[in-house]
């Protein structure tokens, strides 16, 4: 055991009950178990790709209630002119 080992050893002992249930809670959240922290991560990303797919899914549904020639871009230009003024 190391030196830094040995004191954390001690510094615990001189806990008490309740103190050293609250530092092996801060110790769990510090230190997930890996097989849940895995699942975690696994399941961030497949919702991450279906939101991603929900997204897409909308975005083309969007364009069909959008006026014949509607250019993005130049709403956009159009909106920050009357907002801020032109910049030139």
Do not use: C
Request: proline share 3%; glycine share 4%; aromatic share 6%.
């Amino acid at each position: 055991m190391s030196a830094l080992q040995e004191q954390a050893v001690e510094m615990i002992h001189d806990l008490s009950d309740d103190n050293v249930s609250f530092l092996i809670e801060i110790i769990q959240r510090l230190m997930p178990n890996r097989a849940m922290a895995e699942k975690i991560q696994t399941l961030g990303k497949d919702e991450g790709i279906k939101a991603f797919h929900r997204l897409d899914e909308a975005r083309a549904e969007i364009w069909n209630y959008l006026p014949e020639g509607f250019d993005p871009d130049k709403e956009l230009e159009e909106a920050r002119k009357e907002r801020y003024g032109s910049l030139d």
